[in-house]
């Protein structure tokens, strides 16, 4: 009998698939992706601060998700194109909004963490 995914149990590969989603190189990665094919070295200039050795390791892990294709054409040297698949598009739609969300709401973050930093209390929720 199959038991049904459960993201709390550690044993659940759920938590794997939470796990990539919650690796920040992979988030930006489906973002650019989500927006066309891309060359390693372009994925390389377009993210600050990731070395070659990461995007190496969170290219193929994302590959062997089934979220991205990776694609070699016979040049000198040899040219590599990756893009997103079926699958990984319906995870790139979901990123794209926690994005959009972060990119909304992040002066209130930010606000939020300068009075928890000050010891000021927090502000009165709004009723639900």
Not at 18 to 23: E, F, K, V, W, Y
Not at 67 to 73: K, M, Q
Not at 117 to 124: E, N, Q, T, V
Request: hydrophobic share 35%; aromatic share 6%; charged share 30%.
């Amino acid at each position: 009998m199959l038991q049904r995914p459960d993201a709390f149990n550690a044993q659940c590969p759920t938590r794997q698939v939470l796990d990539r989603i919650g690796d920040k190189w992979a988030v930006l990665i489906l973002i650019l992706l989500g927006e066309g094919t891309l060359r390693f070295n372009e994925l390389r200039r377009r993210i600050d601060n990731i070395s070659q050795k990461m995007l190496s390791q969170t290219l193929r892990s994302l590959e062997r998700d089934g979220l991205i294709s990776r694609e070699a054409f016979p040049t000198v040297p040899v040219t590599v194109e990756y893009s997103l698949t079926d699958l990984g598009r319906t995870l790139a739609a979901t990123v794209n909004e926690l994005t959009r969300w972060a990119e909304t709401h992040i002066g209130e973050v930010e606000e939020a963490q300068r009075r928890y930093d000050r010891g000021l209390p927090r502000p009165a929720s709004s009723p639900r």
